[in-house]
């Protein structure tokens, strides 16, 4: 199993000090919910992954402070990887448990540019029907944990300005993750990602939890993430990711 800087859970900052700002979060929770009632199957953000969920937004003083960050052009490039598509490598490895769910490996995928991923999906499910995934990906990039969870960001509002978000740093800056909500044509996705530097410092390892819901659905889906994705990024903070499984 990998090894990952151990960070306090209770100290992600999801409604500390920005309690005045959730004003924020729960109108972005309603465009997201009228997304999916009123504009239905218009595509609100296109991406090879599609992403969803997050409760809270930064204060303006982080804001101000990630839009001047020197390193946000590289961190963009690190999350723009991350939504690119490795040559097409299936697989039928070995499974994880998470929750008391089991997870089959189902994709083994690596190329020069955008690394190595490993995808795990519930028993049972395919790659091209799944409600939850797990997934391990070495980029091959250096940049602090924060400059990649900012990219992220900057990438996600490329796309769509309002898309709610959290980014929530270890207290020793050793990972930094990050979690938001998207809609895509008839699929919803929440996804929590959780970045931190490889044992060697050349690439930077990126964990991936992430669930779907289609078609009907997706409203009922997008009203329950904002009673639960607090806990649910938890978990996903305590979670011991299996090492990365190099394709042949």
Same mark, same amino acid.
């Given at each position: 199993?990998?090894?990952?800087?151990?960070?306090?859970?209770?100290?992600?900052?999801?409604?500390?000090?920005?309690?005045?700002?959730?004003?924020?979060?729960?109108?972005?929770?309603?465009?997201?919910?009228?997304?999916?009632?009123?504009?239905?199957?218009?595509?609100?953000?296109?991406?090879?992954?599609?992403?969803?969920?997050?409760?809270?937004?930064?204060?303006?003083?982080?804001?101000?402070?990630? *839009?001047?960050?020197?390193?946000?052009?590289?961190?963009?490039?690190?999350?723009?990887?991350?939504?690119?598509?490795?040559?097409?490598?299936?697989?039928?490895?070995?499974?994880?448990?998470?929750?008391?769910?089991?997870?089959?490996?189902?994709?083994?995928?690596?190329?020069?540019?955008?690394?190595?991923?490993?995808?795990?999906?519930?028993?049972?499910?395919?790659?091209?029907?799944?409600?939850?995934?797990?997934?391990?990906?070495?980029?091959?990039?250096?940049?602090?944990?924060?400059?990649?969870?900012?990219?992220?960001? &900057?990438?996600?509002?490329? *796309?769509?300005?309002?898309?709610?978000?959290?980014?929530?740093?270890?207290?020793?800056?050793?990972?930094?993750?990050?979690?938001?909500?998207?809609?895509?044509?008839?699929?919803?996705?929440?996804?929590?990602?959780?970045?931190?530097?490889?044992?060697?410092?050349?690439?930077?390892?990126?964990?991936?939890?992430?669930?779907?819901?289609?078609?009907?659905?997706?409203?009922?889906?997008?009203?329950?993430? &904002?009673?639960?994705?607090?806990?649910?990024?938890?978990?996903?903070? *305590?979670?011991?990711?299996? &090492?990365?499984?190099?394709?042949?």
């Amino acid at each position: 199993m990998s090894t990952q800087p151990t960070v306090d859970a209770e100290s992600i900052p999801y409604a500390t000090a920005v309690a005045p700002a959730m004003a924020k979060p729960k109108r972005s929770w309603l465009s997201i919910i009228l997304a999916i009632v009123v504009i239905g199957p218009i595509v609100t953000m296109v991406g090879i992954v599609v992403l969803l969920a997050c409760v809270a937004a930064m204060g303006s003083t982080a804001q101000d402070e990630y *839009q001047a960050d020197g390193g946000i052009e590289q961190s963009t490039d690190v999350s723009r990887v991350s939504y690119q598509p490795l040559p097409q490598a299936t697989a039928q490895g070995p499974t994880i448990t998470y929750q008391g769910q089991p997870f089959l490996l189902k994709y083994v995928g690596s190329s020069d540019d955008s690394g190595e991923l490993n995808e795990y999906i519930l028993v049972g499910e395919t790659l091209e029907n799944w409600t939850k995934m797990i997934a391990v990906r070495r980029q091959p990039i250096a940049i602090e944990p924060i400059e990649a969870a900012r990219g992220v960001v &900057e990438y996600l509002q490329e *796309q769509n300005a309002d898309t709610p978000f959290t980014i929530w740093p270890s207290d020793d800056g050793e990972s930094c993750g990050v979690d938001f909500a998207v809609v895509e044509g008839d699929v919803a996705e929440l996804s929590v990602f959780v970045y931190h530097r490889s044992t060697d410092g050349e690439n930077m390892v990126c964990c991936q939890y992430a669930e779907r819901a289609y078609g009907d659905e997706r409203l009922p889906f997008v009203e329950g993430l &904002e009673h639960r994705v607090h806990d649910v990024s938890k978990q996903v903070l *305590q979670f011991n990711f299996p &090492e990365l499984i190099k394709s042949n």
